[in-house]
């Protein structure tokens, strides 16, 4: 994916060297250009702008006060011909602060640095396509995984709640109502005050009874309507 890119210089030669090295570099393209802040917004306004070629002293608005103001996500390199600046330019988080007349290699050096930044940006934005199937408690002085799949039922007991899994017992310093909370709605429903369960283990419902396992366990009267329909929902069979 190319990074997208503007020039803001009020030079035309600057901005037809930077236009030049731009289209050496196979991952840049390039937008558009300004000779200066005002006349770019539009371009930021109305195209999602990864990358900003951005010169300093420019006729009614400055690149440092065009930093200090301007709500971007993009990255910025300066490129001006005065090394003065560059102080109070890293302070306002550039990527890179270049003097002219530039070289193209220092150019793509700084171009590189855009790339993996923009690369891990989205990375990490990238919500990962595997689903979201564990969680962790502290138990007995250890941290344990738990698979949402292997969790049966929790009880609660005072300030402790009691996780069954399909292999073995663990008790958590946790209230029921803090788990209830972090477990997923979609497979855990609480079913008394006490009880927390996993909707794709109950094997049958007994009138106020969900047989869990070999465990049998109580729908409180006043949950009962609701934990049922829940359960169910459309998946029961009608003549």
Known sequence: MKLKCIIID??????????????????????????????????????????????INMPKINGIDFLKNAKTTANVIITTAYAEHAVEAY????????VKPVAFDRFLKACNKAKEINTL????ETPSNKPDDHFFIKCNHQIEKVFYDDLMYAEAMLNYVMLYTNSKKMMVYVTIKNLEEQLPANTFIK??????????KIKSIEGAILNIGNEKITISQSLRE????????????KR
Do not use: C, W
């Open 10 to 55: 009020d030079e035309p030669v600057a901005r037809k060297i930077v236009q030049e090295f731009i289209e050496e570099i196979d991952y840049l393209e390039l937008i558009g250009q300004a000779e200066n802040p005002l006349k770019a917004m539009t371009l930021l306004n109305d195209n999602a702008i990864d990358l900003i070629f951005l010169d």
């Open 91 to 98: 302070g306002l988080d550039v990527l890179d602060y270049l």
């Open 121 to 124: 940006r989205k990375n990490t």
């Open 191 to 200: 079913v008394h005050k006490s009880f927390i369960v996993n909707k794709t």
């Open 226 to 237: 609701k934990v049922i329909a829940e359960i169910v929902k459309d998946k029961m069979i």
